[in-house]
């Protein structure tokens, strides 16, 4: 920034006020050496003027501020008393008043400003006596006052606005990063929603159209020796695109279904539990807390996510008789188990890892865990634990 009395118009007014006050004391003055002393006092105050800092409202510029000022008051002091010519080495005064309140607040300006009407009152009373000291300092302290509180007003003007101007900067630099944010937080929200449909879709028709690729390359294969056995593979394959077919049309039901949707996650899972028994045939026993738990939307959504993709698992690999969903709540924590009787499915289990990685990556961003254990008597346990967290 640059400084104030340099730039400002402030200052380019009282480097000619004080080209006229050396012009009109020089000339007044009939002693070419007083002349030489009296040009000499005016320079080093025009001198002292332009090493004033710059007005940033720190403590610092106004200590700065407020000892050049008082060097300056002592050089107009002497070059009056020197060449006892009050007019219009006096004027000076009139630049300092503005000076003292571009650097102080009111209360230390109107300090200085009694100082330079005390000493306008000496020099008038040193020359023309009680009552023409007293006229003079009500005249100039008219003048100094004027001056000085309209500087004072200017300035606090101009440090709001560049406060305002500052302030501005600050929020619109905000509001570039909560417009970053948001882009970011719709990106993951766009990147969270194609990993949920991948789990879906490769937890349902991934595993029956691959059993049917499968099928149909090795009736390729067959056709020219085996057409017997060719043909049946091919009707195998063909059973297999069917159940795709339907996995593709429950999953999209489920899709079009959410669980935001559901009163309870109780009534979510009484549907979902009747569903799979009667697409699959599976027993599904549900051991349900007699009052709602108290959840947020996105622990429902978890929840349910887990029960739907530990049944879906249940039917491509348990081999299953029996399956089971019990949820329970406690003050510290909310617990999802899908629990079946089958050959069991482990975390290294053909399959598992992509619909595991999606679960644990549901249950990471709540704060929760998955676990995947043996089940006594043959079988497998999913299980997630979610926190109990504030309910929006």
């Known amino acids: 920034m640059q400084r104030l009395l340099r730039f400002d118009r402030l200052a380019i007014v009282a480097y000619l006020t004080l080209a006229w006050v050396t012009a009109a004391g020089l000339w007044g003055l009939d002693r070419i050496l007083l002349r030489w002393l009296a040009f000499g006092f005016l320079a080093a105050f025009g001198i002292l003027h332009s090493r004033l800092p710059e007005q940033n409202g720190s403590a610092k510029s106004q200590r700065l ?28 005064f009139f630049i300092l008043s503005v000076t003292v309140m571009l650097y102080n607040p009111l209360r230390t300006g109107i300090f200085w400003l009694g100082g330079f009407i005390l000493l306008t009152g000496w020099f008038f009373f040193e020359r023309e006596g009680l009552g023409g000291g007293l006229w003079a300092m009500a005249i100039y ?39 970053e944010y948001a882009a970011q937080a719709e990106t993951l929200a766009v990147v969270e929603e194609r990993n949920r449909l991948a789990r879906e879709v490769h937890d349902t028709i991934g595993h029956r159209l691959t059993t049917a690729a499968v099928q149909l390359e090795g009736a390729q294969r067959l056709m020219p020796s085996e057409p017997i056995r060719a043909a049946a593979m091919i009707g195998a394959g063909r059973q297999q695109v069917r159940e795709a077919l339907q996995d593709l049309r429950q999953t999209v039901g489920r899709l079009r279904e959410p ?116 089940r006594q008597g043959g079988g497998t346990i999913l299980a997630i634990q979610l926190p109990i967290q504030e309910v929006e």
Do not use: M
């Open 141 to 179: 302290a008219g003048g100094y006052l004027f001056f000085g509180i309209v500087t004072n007003a200017l300035t606090q003007a101009r440090l709001t606005q560049r406060q305002n101007t500052i302030l501005l900067g600050e929020l619109r630099a905000k509001n570039r990063q909560l417009e």
């Open 65 to 92: 501020a407020n000892l050049i000022i008082a060097f300056q008051t002592g050089l107009v002091v002497a070059l009056i008393e020197t060449t006892q010519a009050g007019f219009p080495f006096i004027l000076l």
């Open 259 to 374: 669980v935001e949707i559901e009163r309870s996650l109780s009534q979510a899972l009484q549907r979902l539990a009747a569903s799979f028994q009667e697409a699959i045939g599976l027993p599904i026993q549900l051991k349900l807390p007699e009052n709602a738990c108290e959840l947020t939307s996105a622990q429902r959504l978890a929840l349910y996510r887990t029960a739907q993709e530990g049944l879906t698992n249940i039917q491509r690999h348990a081999s299953a008789r029996q399956a089971w969903l019990c949820l329970e709540c406690s003050p510290a924590q909310i617990t999802l188990e899908v629990i079946d009787d089958g050959c069991g499915l482990t975390a290294s289990s053909p399959g598992a890892g992509f619909g595991l990685l999606g679960l644990q990556e549901r249950a990471a961003q709540l704060n929760g865990a998955i676990t995947i254990s043996d």
